[in-house]
């Protein structure tokens, strides 16, 4: 048996998803966050081969700003993403969204990859390329958070970080599954035909990964909280109108929590090989090594902290790895400049390790502030606001700040402003770790 919330705040019991239920929505969302975090990140990590091809431009600088600005225009649409999915995902339950997320990403994806470059159609190019990103920035928006709903509905009160956490650890694990076919390629080519067209080969390779993905989730069953509520007919008429009317505390909430982990994400895995390399004056190969490591690290770590949090709670882990963040960033920043490849790799793990911890409890901190009516709309909409902000501007900006101020640390103050907006709202947090999921 589980227990579920009354709509007087009770717990009573109900029948719950087996166990085997659950490990196979976990995992199966797991799976499928993998994927589109793959097709999401390729674009960040392969951002010099794209500037090269996709921008014309005398300056290098100007053409990998180019480059990041598209990368952050994928942001901008999140929130319009996360305020469409939402809404079908209350309306019409969250398996057969995300089905339809998969889809949208894998196609998208696919499409950069057989692109013409500037070389072969001039402006139109990044046009498309931008339309690419565009796609994108609208099927990401209701991925992550649909995801997290979807498996925080199905898991038991006393362990849903620990389940929850595989759709964390599932984007880590996209992106490392991205660094090492990368890695791979770089070692399998040479120089010249990586450099001429192995770039495309990340994105062609998510078609046939992402059909897999869609395979997995169309098997996987309905969340079970959803169900009771379309039974019992309380489904909202217009749950997004009635996540902003009710719960605009929460959104605020979910949006602040959200600032570190997504810039965080962005900094630390997917533009530091950039940083490694134009800033720190390492080989590209280095930074590739580097971010693999990382997210190594980073996977193992995810399941441990959140398994963690569900036996002293959220908060703490919010409070401890954002000051950790405050204190580490500007001496990793510093070692990583220092010359010394095994320094700078240990550098770039250690600042990786309290953002992991805050990164396993962020989607089931965020699922726990909203009812079931509402919960994929509100979440999705704190949530991409935080993206839009934080996440697609960090590269940009990190770029930005090095070249217009010559730090080699510049970056880790905007990490460090963004962690204090966490901070603030973690303070602010009331406990909600082991509780059941309010229903309405």
């Known amino acids: 048996m589980a227990v579920t919330e009354s709509g007087a705040g009770e717990a009573v019991p109900t029948a719950g998803p087996a166990p085997a239920q659950i490990r196979r929505v976990a995992l199966g969302s797991a799976a499928g966050t993998a994927v589109e975090y793959y ?13 090269a091809h996709f921008f014309k431009s005398t300056d290098p600088t100007a053409a990998l700003l180019a480059t990041f600005a598209v990368f952050g225009v994928a942001f901008v649409l999140r929130p319009l993403g996360g305020l469409m999915f939402g809404h079908l995902g209350d309306r019409l339950g969250r398996q057969r969204v995300l089905t339809v997320t998969i889809l949208m990403m894998t196609f998208s994806t696919f499409v950069i990859g057989v692109l013409p470059t500037y070389s072969s159609i001039g402006v139109l190019a990044p046009v498309l390329l931008l339309a690419a990103r565009v796609v994108q920035g609208l099927s990401a928006g209701g991925e992550a958070t649909g995801a997290g709903v979807y498996v925080a509905e199905s898991a038991p009160a006393n362990r849903r970080a620990f389940f ?8 880590l694990f996209g992106a490392l599954v991205a660094s090492a076919l990368i890695v791979g390629l770089r070692y399998a080519l040479p120089a010249d035909a990586m450099a001429e067209w192995g770039w495309r080969i990340p994105f062609l390779i998510s078609l046939p990964i992402g059909v897999v993905g869609f395979w997995i989730r169309r098997r996987l069953e309905e969340s079970p909280q959803f169900i009771e509520m379309r039974n019992e007919g309380r489904l909202e008429g217009a749950p997004v109108v009635a996540a902003v009317r009710g719960f605009s505390r929460p959104i605020l909430v979910a949006a602040l929590l959200t600032m570190f982990p997504m810039a965080g994400y962005y900094l630390i895995y997917i533009y530091m090989p950039t940083y490694m ?8 190969m280095v930074g590739f090594w580097s971010s693999t490591v990382t997210l190594v690290v980073a996977c193992a770590a995810t399941p441990m902290f959140a398994a963690l949090s569900d036996r002293i709670g959220r908060k703490p882990m919010f409070l401890v790895s954002s000051v950790a963040t405050c204190v580490l960033i500007i001496p990793a920043l510093v070692v990583m400049n220092s010359d010394s490849v095994p320094r700078a790799i240990l550098a770039h793990v250690l600042i990786a390790l309290p953002h992991a911890a805050a990164q396993s409890v962020l989607m ?3 699922t726990e502030q909203f009812p079931a009516v509402v919960r994929y709309s509100g979440l999705g909409l704190g949530y991409n606001l935080s993206a839009a902000a934080a996440g697609g501007s960090a590269p940009f900006v990190a770029t930005w700040l ?10 880790a103050w905007f990490v460090i402003a963004l962690t204090v907006l966490t901070l603030a709202a973690a303070i ?4 909600t770790a082991g509780k059941q999921l309010q229903a309405a």
Not at 277 to 284: E, Q, S, T, W
Not at 428 to 431: F, I, P, T, V
Request: glycine letters at 14%; zero cysteines; charged letters at 15%.
């Open 39 to 51: 097709d999401f990140t390729i674009y960040g990590l392969l951002s010099v081969a794209l500037a």
């Open 164 to 171: 929850v956490s595989g759709i964390s650890g599932g984007a």
């Open 277 to 284: 390399n134009k800033v720190a004056g390492f080989d590209a």
């Open 364 to 366: 089931v901190t965020l």
């Open 402 to 411: 090095v070249d217009r101020t010559g730090s080699v640390t510049s970056p």
């Open 428 to 431: 602010s947090l009331r406990e």
